[in-house]
T-cell receptor, first 113, second 115 residues
Framework: AQTVTQSQPEMSVQEAETVTLSCTYD???????LFWYKQPPSRQMILVIR??????QNATENRFSVNFQKAAKSFSLKISDSQLGDAAMYFC??????????FGTGTRLTIIP | DADVTQTPRNRITKTGKRIMLECSQT?????MYWYRQDPGLGLRLIYY???????NKGEISDGYSVSRQAQAKFSLSLESAIPNQTALYFC??????????????FGPGTRLTVL
């Protein structure tokens, strides 16, 4: 079974600084997707960024980018120019070829003004 | 209007009661999912359905049942609620087809408390 590990239960960053959230996963598959979801206090799950395993280029969405290391099974999220609205729980997720999502346990990100 | 809706948004019930959580979607997706979220455990898959005639158990299906009444509706039932089913429940949908990136779209969640 696939597992997703987020080893940082909590992180904090100064406003306007950069922070990196870690995620590792375990799979024997070669074709899969990886996602980062954000859950603000409103509890809505919001997709931040996605990465196809067959693509070597790291995904980027505005201030959000990933460092995807397929051989190491690592998928970290970098948030640049952190803003107060970035404060949330962040979940890393793995989607298997059978279309099921497996989530990590989350990292709570605090933005310090 | 929201694409994926859940009712109720909050519910308090007593041990032993039967409760149904409902999910509706206007996205036209074939695939629907139910997850529960517990503090420190992330989201875990309860049941999923790839079309109206397809129902599959997830990793934590014990104590739950589901019904896919139509493409747009997928309900989750707790036949006899117990306190450790207190959690936040999410419904999600995704399109089918291998060419799609198959992002899952989540509803707003239902906060269930079992006393």
């Amino acid at each position: 079974a696939q597992t997703v590990t987020q080893s940082q239960p909590e992180m904090s960053v100064q406003e306007a600084e950069t922070v990196t959230l870690s995620c590792t996963y375990d799979t024997s598959e070669s074709d899969y997707y990886l996602f980062w979801y954000k859950q603000p206090p409103s509890r809505q799950m919001i997709l931040v960024i996605r990465q196809e395993a067959y693509k070597q280029q790291n995904a980027t969405e505005n201030r959000f980018s990933v460092n995807f290391q397929k051989a190491a099974k690592s998928f970290s999220l970098k948030i640049s120019d952190s803003q107060l609205g970035d404060a949330a729980m962040y979940f890393c997720a793995y989607r298997s070829p059978l279309e099921k999502l497996t989530f990590g346990t989350g990292t709570r990100l605090t933005i310090i003004p | 209007d929201a694409d994926v809706t859940q009712t109720p948004r909050n519910r308090i019930t007593k041990t032993g009661k039967r409760i149904m959580l409902e999910c509706s979607q206007t996205k036209g997706h074939d695939r629907m999912y139910w997850y529960r979220q517990d503090p420190g455990l992330g989201l875990r898959l309860i049941y999923y359905s790839f079309d109206v005639k397809d129902i599959n158990k997830g990793e934590i299906s014990d104590g739950y049942s589901v019904s896919r009444q139509a493409q747009a509706k997928f309900s989750l039932s707790l036949e006899s609620a117990i306190p450790n089913q207190t959690a936040l429940y999410f419904c999600a949908t995704s399109p089918s087809g291998r060419d799609n990136d198959n992002e899952q779209f989540f509803g707003p969640g239902t906060r269930l408390t079992v006393l």
